[in-house]
């Protein structure tokens, strides 16, 4: 008789929301049993509302397919209008807890009324953790950290990073740890208006892009999917190793400019949800921060330019921190 050798550990994929069939998808979310990991939070949903379901599985393809835990960070529900007005113009409502903090959307904008949900959600209720206003972004386990006001092209360059090769760890949220000082992913997709989504479509083969809704609050918007080495990541923080203050001017060229401690400080305690509620603890950390990384103002107009010019100055950080 022959001995058995020992069998190799067999690494199955995870069962993707993009290869549930609809129906099944449907079905989880009308009973709540499907949890999304975004990495630093759980957040439980529940919907009824098809036209919400088959927008989700586009722009969360990505994810696992995961059973609801028993505890959730947050407890989400996407339903219907009341009443007549239900009939008359379809809309969607966002209930957190069972409680409707905002106005009803559209019916088929019912995936930008749950995503803008969601972050009012974490704006307001996750304060273990410092959050800044930042796209974040990682090569390996070291990141950079872009924070900007609304319209400086944040997102769309974020969104080409990770096209590029970038692990994603947020759009919105910088969630930084005050107790290890690194930064946890909170990752969904990336909320893209107007002319960027024109810009995202054009600049990638792997772009997986969802429908567009015109005319939201926020102007025409599209949401890009997170990539599986993203998603697949969601659970491994990095840490901060450079500070961008991007900028997009039409025609620009390259334009780099190092910022002094006292400026990178104020810029990312400005573009922070919870500094000041948090107080001492968000000034020790953005501090730390401050006094770890570089900071840099990056005026760019051409994408790819300034996504090598990022790898460089990555690079450059990595070297400084090795040697010191």
Known sequence: MTSQQPQEPQHTQPTRIRDLPLTLLEKRFSTASLALDYGAAIVRVRSRLGVFVRDFQQVYGAFAVADAPPFADFHTEVCGGQGLRSFLRPQSRFLIDGIQPFDPFPKAQALPHFEWGVNWCFAQRFNQHVL??????????RAVIMAAPPGAGKSTLTAAMMLRGFRMLSDEFGVLCPRTGKLW??????ALKNRAVDVIRD????????PLYKGTRKGDVAHLAPLAASVDARQRPARPCLLLFPSFRDGATLNIRRLPGEEAFARVAFNSFNYALLGQISF?????????CPAFALEYSRLDEAIEAIRTMIAESTSDAVAA
Do not use: R, T, Y
């Open 185 to 190: 992913p909170m990752l969904k997709p990336v």
């Open 132 to 141: 800044l206003h930042a796209g974040a972004l990682a090569l390996g386990d």
């Open 203 to 210: 600049f990638a083969d792997n772009a997986i892009l969802g």
């Open 284 to 292: 020790a950390a953005v501090a730390e921060v401050v006094a770890a």
